[in-house]
């Protein structure tokens, strides 16, 4: 009689995590954004924040400079854009008087950062509730036993999580970028905003700083008890990200060589954002959707 064959355990290192089945995945995103569209009290809110920063603000701003003329206030501002870097002094129109000037240092470099800012908001509030809202609402037990992989489930949220704070940026720059045309373009010789600068900023490097704060909001979230407590530490984690987004988005626009260092800074988030996001996937077990994890 033979001895009977043994076969060695696979290493953990060999085995092979299940592919991604996008179905799944995007069957998780679906249900996450339809709570948000039927969660009014949410999104009427960032709807107004959207308005406040991207149209109302600065179109009263941009109005009043650009009807109030040659006063000596905007003569002061007008010689401080002296100190200005050389290649952002070359880019404010010539020829043209101080009021405007003034309006297109405004547009350009200090009112369109808030493209930055309002959607890492949104994004950072939708995804602090993400996972221990599901606990909370006690729908956990339900995501913890479908067929939906970990994975699926969390990339499903932080998709979820990114479509609102990237869709405001779209909208909401849209009709900024309007609004600074009509107000400032028809006195600087025609339609001048987004620059290339913005394009790159708003295509290349802001989706990465999203991707960092996301995955460290999704992290925190998958391990504090309550939606109140993930919104203040996601305020705490961000926060810090938020400054150095805004102060890198108006840095990159107004250096030398600009379109180069936002480049360099945008390629530097991507690898920063991938390396979260990988490791940030352990954070979600199937025992923290059900709130019995240990949460070592």
Aim: no cysteine; net charge positive.
């Amino acid at each position: 009689m033979s001895a009977p064959v043994v076969t060695a355990p696979t290493p953990a290192s060999a085995r092979r995590a299940p592919a991604i089945v996008w179905s799944r995945l995007f069957t998780v995103t679906r249900t996450e954004l339809r709570q948000l569209y039927e969660s009014k009290d949410f999104w009427v809110p960032m709807v107004i924040l959207g308005g406040f920063f991207f149209l109302i603000v600065p179109a009263f701003l941009l109005s009043v400079i650009t009807s109030i003329g040659n006063v000596d206030a905007v003569q002061q501002v007008s010689d401080a854009l002296k100190l200005l870097p050389s290649t952002a002094r070359q880019a404010v129109p010539q020829g043209v008087d101080p009021s405007t000037q003034v309006s297109y240092v405004l547009a350009v470099y200090l009112f369109a950062p808030i493209a930055v800012v309002v959607p890492l908001t949104i994004s950072t509030a939708v995804g602090a509730s993400s996972i221990v809202g599901e606990r909370e609402r006690g729908t956990g037990e339900f995501l913890a036993h479908s067929p939906a992989d970990v994975r699926e489930i969390y990339l499903g949220k932080l998709i979820a999580s990114l479509v609102p704070g990237y869709l405001t940026t779209v909208v909401g720059f849209g009709v900024y970028s309007l609004m600074v045309n009509l107000l400032v373009g028809r006195k600087v010789g025609g339609w001048f905003f987004p620059t290339p600068s913005w394009w790159l900023l708003i295509l290349w490097v802001l989706p990465p700083f999203m991707a960092i704060a996301l995955s460290l909001v999704l992290r925190l979230s998958a391990r504090v008890r309550s939606t109140a407590a993930a919104q203040q530490a996601a305020g705490l984690v961000t926060f810090p990200l938020i400054i150095i987004a805004y102060g890198q988005s108006t840095g990159a626009l107004v250096g030398s060589g600009a379109p180069t260092i936002a480049f360099v800074i945008g390629l530097v988030a991507w690898i920063i954002a991938f390396v979260l996001l990988a490791t940030g996937v352990r954070s979600l077990t199937r025992g923290r959707l059900l709130g019995v994890a240990d949460e070592r």
